[in-house]
Every structure is written in C-alpha cells, then in structure tokens.
T-cell receptor, first 113, second 111 residues
Framework: DVKVTQSSRYLVKRTGEKVFLECVQD?????MFWYRQDPGLGLRLIYF???????EKGDIPEGYSVSREKKERFSLILESASTNQTSMYLC????????????FGQGTRLTVV | GQQVMQIPQYQHVQEGEDFTTYCNSS?????IQWYKQRPGGHPVFLIQ?????EVKKQKRLTFQFGEAKKNSSLHITATQTTDVGTYFC???????????FGTGTRLKVLA
C-alpha cells in the first residue's frame, strides 16, 4: 500500500517559533508537494520538489522554506511562525509530470498562537 | 499565474437530488484529475480525463472534460449521504512539475 506519512496530526506553536513539518513517502516518487488548505481557498501550493535537493516555489511561498535531502523526505519549514500561518498543511507525492495521480498524507493541523 | 476556480463553493442538497460542480482553468490543461476529500480526511483520487470532450462515468458520477480543455465538470446523480465531502479538480501546469488544485466544492447531503 502507498504510504505518505506526516510527522504530526496536530501541532500548536507560538508566534516567532521555527516550525518543522516532515513528510515521508515510501513510493519512490520523484515529485513531492506541500499545500495549505483553508476554507474557501482550496489547496494552495507552497513549494514542490521534483528531485533530491531540487525545489521550486509554488503560488504562496512567502514565509516558508523547504528541504529535500533524501528522496523519501520533504520538509516544510516556517522560519518564524505567524498567526496567519494557522492552517491545515498537506503533503503529497506524485510520480512524474504527466498522468500520475497524487497521494496525500493525513495532514497536519497547525495552530500558531 | 494559472488559476483554477470551482463553482459553487458550497452546495447543500436533499438526498436523492442531483449535484454538479464546475471547474474552470485560466489556461489550457493537458489533463485534469478529480479528487474527493471526506470530512476530516485527505484528498483521494477519483478519476483522470485526458482527451478534449472526454466523458467518463463511475456509477452515479459523470465526469466531463471541455472541448477547449479549460473546463471540466463532475455530476452526481441521485446523491447519497456517502457523497458528502469536498470535491477538487486538479491538473499539471504544462511544461513543469507544478500541480495545482481548484478551490473545491463542499457538498452536504441532507437525509
């Protein structure tokens, strides 16, 4: 079975803290993605990676960075958490760029207080 | 940049009524995929459409890809309470690995 695992289901952090969200996949997929989900805004792409150490900005990268040192792991970093980053964060993987479907982790509900 | 909008944002229907959500892209899509997210869950792949004008069916669900490959629709016939959730369309941006989702339509079915 395909598995995408996010390190935490729920997280509460203080404003200004550095926050790490981890995502691990066991499918050997090249592409990994971080989205945030907010009511009425759908899934917005933060960053994606198409290979180890390769990354590209998505549509809303401000305030975030990412790291992909190994193929199976893609980390999202909030350098200095702010309350407007309170959201549901979803990691996804996808094989290639063509017709492949995306597989999602269970999501991390982050609250910044 | 490319934007993918879905309408309506929310829809409440009585069980047994039909439901349709529309997906509109600002640019041409090479293919389009549909996902369903149950309350408290994560998006799960439903189907993919590739050809202009393509129509696919999955039991009570009918998916259509527009002739210009810039829009798509999902129609559910005779909704059931198990259809509750948020439906997203998604597609790759041509020439890149970027993969974006629509704004989603949240369906509530009243028994």
């Amino acid at each position: 079975d395909v598995k995408v695992t996010q390190s935490s289901r729920y997280l509460v952090k203080r404003t200004g803290e550095k926050v790490f969200l981890e995502c691990v996949q066991d499918m050997d997929h090249e592409n990994m993605f971080w989205y945030r989900q907010d009511p009425g805004l759908g899934l917005r792409l933060i960053y994606f990676s198409y290979d180890v150490k390769m990354k590209e900005k998505g549509d809303i990268p401000e305030g975030y960075s990412v790291s992909r040192e190994k193929k199976e792991r893609f980390s999202l970093i909030l350098e200095s958490a702010s309350t407007n980053q309170t959201s549901m964060y979803l990691c996804a993987t996808r094989q290639g760029a063509g017709l492949a479907e995306a597989f999602f982790g269970q999501g991390t509900r982050l609250t910044v207080v | 940049g490319q934007q993918v909008m879905q309408i309506p944002q929310y829809q409440h229907v009585q069980e047994g009524e039909d439901f349709t959500t529309y997906c509109n892209s600002s640019t041409t899509l090479s293919n389009i995929q549909w996902y369903k997210q149950r309350p408290g869950g994560h998006p799960v792949f439903l189907i993919q459409l590739v050809k202009s004008g393509e129509v696919k069916k999955q039991k009570r669900l009918t998916f259509q890809f527009g002739e210009a490959k810039k829009n798509s629709s999902l129609h559910i016939t005779a909704t059931q309470t198990t259809d509750v959730g948020t439906y997203f369309c998604a597609g790759p941006t041509s020439g890149t690995y970027k993969y974006i989702f629509g704004t989603g339509t949240r369906l509530k079915v009243l028994a």
